[in-house]
């Protein structure tokens, strides 16, 4: 069993900043590529940024130059720090990961996600 734990959501004001971390457990024996994912009320859930196993990273352009994706393998965690925040930002954020457990089964797996609010 492995699992996708998100943390670091909230409220903020426009222009500030939050930090969402995704955290992996379980019997874990590698994770290939990680994305955060975001939904707001009446839209789609879009990919809002990416990350490989070797660190390449990709954002969609509403979000270039404010988004930063990172991970620590060593800590099986991917965070998300976000800058300049907009309203049109909130949204319930979702990590997932492609994991690999200790049986070399590989699980699509998804956080339960957190809240981003954007709101003066």
């Known amino acids: 069993q492995v699992q996708l734990v998100e943390s670091g959501g909230g409220l903020v004001q426009p222009g500030g900043s939050l930090r969402l971390s995704c955290a992996a457990s379980?019997?874990?024996?590698?994770?290939?590529?990680m994305g955060w994912y975001r939904q707001a009320p009446g839209k789609q859930r879009e990919l809002v940024a990416s990350?490989?196993?070797?660190?390449?990273?990709n954002y969609v352009d509403s979000v270039k130059g404010r988004f930063t994706i990172s991970r620590d393998n060593a800590k099986n965690t991917m965070y998300l720090q976000m800058n300049s925040l907009k309203p049109e930002d909130t949204a319930v954020y979702v990590c997932?990961?492609?994991?690999?457990?200790?049986?070399?089964?590989?699980?699509?797996?998804w956080g339960q996600g957190t809240q981003v609010t954007v709101s003066s």
């Open positions: 379980g019997s874990i024996f590698g994770i290939n590529g």
């Open positions: 990350i490989t196993s070797g660190g390449i990273t």
């Open positions: 997932n990961a492609a994991i690999m457990d200790k049986n070399r089964n590989w699980f699509n797996v």
